[in-house]
């Protein structure tokens, strides 16, 4: 099974005047680029700036995920946890699953986690248990030692992710942090294009899995 993973987009982010939203639409349909030949794509939160999206947000979003023809699933994020009922309503080429709160799902054979910034936090191992184990899980979550910018780590607080996804087996791909990184089990693919000076330089763009 091939996975293309992505979050972080921010449609509709403005910083200092500049208004990036043209150029994070155009690094985005890089992204459902890759999802051709696919068999999952899964939006790991943070795809607006904010809880209430423009229309030209909203209109670009149904574009895009029009062109996607493998199964899709999305986690909240922190920034527009409230604006994803609106992409519910369209009918696509294909399914797509929004998590508002920790569930496990199954799709083509695979079961996977969805951990959104959001909703009753539930027990892992219970969860895992209920489905006869996972594949990979997918989230949007504070993580203790994840790179913010370069020399600065991020500590405790808000909704963590759970610790003992740090050492599993199988992959987890975390969104809301900026950078693209690696640490222990978990994977950051980082967000589309550079909105400060301490993204300069990093590498971004999705992930490709294969299990």
Known sequence: ???????????????????????IVRAAE????A????DLFVMLGDLFETQEPS???YAALFRLLGDVACPMLAVAGNHDY?????????????ELKVAYSPIAVGVL?????????????????SMVES????????AHLNMEGAELHEGMTSGVG?????????????????????????????????????TDMGERGNERGWLELEL
């Open 35 to 38: 999802t051709r030949g696919a």
């Open 131 to 138: 489905v006869g184990g996972i594949d990979a899980a997918f």
């Open 158 to 194: 808000g909704l963590m992710l759970p610790g003992q996804l740090k050492r599993v087996v199988y992959p987890v791909v975390n969104g809301h942090y900026h950078r693209r990184q690696h640490v222990g089990s978990v994977w950051m693919p980082g967000s589309l294009v550079p």
């Open 109 to 125: 054979g695979k079961h996977f986690l969805l951990l959104p910034y959001g909703g009753e936090q539930k027990d892992i191992d």
């Open 30 to 33: 890089e992204v459902i680029d």
């Open 1 to 23: 099974m091939k996975i293309v993973a992505s979050g972080d987009w921010h449609l509709d982010l403005k910083v200092k005047g500049y208004d990036f939203h043209s150029d």
């Open 55 to 57: 229309p030209r947000a």
């Open 82 to 94: 409230k604006a994803y009922a609106p992409l519910e309503e369209v009918t696509y080429n294909s």
